[in-house]
């Protein structure tokens, strides 16, 4: 394969080793067929030198392993079979989102679902449950690939480079009648996770759900105008129920509380050292409500407990929500402020319509009706619709059920705290810039409002 590939690209031995840095020795050497097994730094220096991409590197990268040409990318679609990404972290509160995304592509037959809503609500997480479900239950290979910034969530080299060449494929950097031949009639989820602007589906999608016609595709995505563009199931994800009830005598939420099921999870294997009574649990459900019952900035919020008691962690989450998303065991600060960096994208990424409607609501702490909506932001009704309609589907408004009249199932709405916190809105619409404190001057204030000592952070 090798001396193939370097004649098609009209280079001599020489010239290949000029351009790899790999010697001519060694080229010549592996061409012959005298070294089975060469070192994984020399195979990619001679891919780069090549310029090979996509299936073309997949399959010299699996052939430099033993695999024939003809077969690398046939092996690793079989090896992907096998399963979906390992899931990390407990799955709380979705059953319902589960079953629904479960029977869309499994007993309903849809072929294109995607699951839209805020950063940390948990998409990518559902989708993980949902995809080990139906593998489960049907056999069905999973072709996973990251669409987003960041390492593909596939094990083992043949799935990794599969998972790449999708992405590759997909966002319109290969052909895809490579890889609809790879898939062919077989029956096949696959799932593009993290679609957004700067990643979009390319046009090829629709052609390869033609061509592959047992083919099902599961998207996630924080824009729902940047997702697959030709239609299907989109299920737009709600963060957690908040809790509303106070939990019970032992401080064990009840079934219908998720989030601070979650949060009291954290604060168990965390500080075992505080016991879950009713009074700590009241003070996690009002951090819960501080964070909205997001489960990655519930999660960020609980590393904090290491430092802070509940109570401290609760002044700041109603004080600071936003300082409490920065999660403390990250490595850097880059990743540590990559919550708020992906809520701020989604507001800048707002229509000037909606991101004006979004600031007249975020200026107070209420639930607003759709006459409200429209009343307070001087639209009408059908506008005020469309806006809110935008906005839910982003999550940066939450449904609030009620009942009225023996009618169930009213909707009013209100805009996360995060997002209101974040936007710092007036009533005239403005948005001065509203930067969170740093750690260090948050850990003062605490200590001077308990009136005890604090270590420096």
């Known amino acids: 394969m090798l001396k193939v590939t370097r004649r098609q690209a009209g280079l001599t031995q020489e010239q290949l080793a000029g351009l790899s840095t790999v010697s001519v020795r060694a080229i010549r050497d592996l061409e012959l067929g005298k070294v089975q097994?060469?070192?994984?730094?020399?195979?990619?220096?001679?891919?780069?030198?090549?310029?090979?991409?996509?299936?073309?590197?997949?399959?010299?990268?699996?052939?430099?392993?033993?695999?024939?040409?003809?077969?690398?990318?046939?092996?690793?679609?079989?090896?992907?079979?096998?399963?979906?990404?390992?899931?990390?972290?407990?799955?709380?509160?979705?059953?319902?989102?589960?079953?629904?995304?479960?029977?869309?592509?499994?007993?309903?037959?849809?072929?294109?679902?995607?699951?839209?809503?805020?950063?940390?609500?948990?998409?990518?997480?559902?989708v993980l449950e949902a995809t080990q479900l139906l593998h489960t239950r049907s056999r069905v290979p999973v072709l996973w690939a990251h669409m987003g910034v960041g390492a593909n969530a596939a094990v083992g080299v043949p799935q990794l480079l599969l998972a790449n060449w999708v992405s590759e494929v997909l966002s319109g950097s290969g052909p895809y009648h490579e890889l609809a031949h790879v898939i062919g009639a077989r029956p096949t989820l696959l799932v593009l996770d993290g679609v957004g602007a700067r990643t979009a589906v390319h046009a090829s999608l629709p052609q390869l759900l033609h061509s592959c016609p047992r083919l099902s595709v599961l998207v996630t995505t924080r824009e729902p105008g940047q997702g697959t563009g030709i239609g299907g199931r989109v299920l737009p994800l709600a963060p957690l129920a908040l809790p509303s009830a106070a939990p019970g005598p032992d401080g064990d939420p009840a079934a219908d509380q998720p989030a601070l099921a979650l949060i009291m999870s954290y604060l168990r294997h965390l500080r075992p050292d505080i016991l879950p009574t009713e009074s700590v649990a009241t003070t996690m459900a009002r951090v819960c409500r501080a964070l909205d019952g997001l489960p990655q900035a519930l999660e960020s919020a609980a590393s904090w407990l290491l430092?802070?008691?509940?109570?401290?962690?609760?002044?700041?989450?109603?004080?600071?929500?936003?300082?409490?998303?920065?999660?403390?065991?990250?490595?850097?600060?880059?990743?540590?402020?990559?919550?708020?960096?992906?809520?701020?994208?989604?507001?800048?990424?707002?229509?000037?319509?909606?991101?004006?409607?979004?600031?007249?609501?975020?200026?107070?702490?209420?639930?607003?009706?759709?006459?409200?909506?429209?009343?307070?932001a001087r639209l009408t009704q059908a506008e005020a619709l469309r806006g809110l309609h935008a906005l839910l589907l982003r999550g940066l408004v939450r449904p609030v059920r009620y009942e009225q009249a023996g009618h169930s199932g009213l909707t009013n709405f209100t805009v996360l705290n995060l997002v209101r916190h974040l936007v710092g809105a007036d009533p005239g619409g403005r948005a001065p810039a509203r930067r969170a404190p740093d750690p260090t001057v948050l850990a003062d204030v605490l200590a001077e409002r308990d009136g005890t000592s604090s270590c420096v952070i």
């Not at 990268?61 to 990390?88: F, M």
């Not at 909606?354 to 409200?372: F, M, P, Y």
């Open 37 to 126: 097994q060469p070192r994984r730094e020399t195979i990619r220096l001679l891919a780069g030198a090549l310029r090979l991409s996509g299936s073309r590197r997949a399959a010299f990268e699996l052939a430099a392993g033993g695999t024939a040409a003809a077969g690398a990318l046939k092996q690793a679609y079989d090896v992907a079979q096998a399963l979906p990404p390992t899931s990390i972290g407990p799955f709380v509160g979705r059953q319902a989102e589960l079953r629904a995304v479960t029977e869309l592509l499994g007993t309903e037959r849809e072929r294109l679902v995607t699951v839209v809503g805020a950063i940390g609500v948990g998409k990518t997480r559902l």
């Open 307 to 376: 430092l802070y008691a509940p109570h401290q962690l609760l002044e700041a989450a109603e004080t600071f929500p936003l300082t409490l998303t920065e999660n403390v065991s990250a490595t850097d600060s880059h990743a540590a402020g990559a919550f708020r960096r992906a809520l701020e994208q989604s507001i800048e990424g707002l229509p000037p319509q909606h991101a004006k409607l979004l600031r007249v609501l975020a200026a107070r702490d209420a639930t607003w009706s759709v006459g409200a909506v429209a009343g307070r």
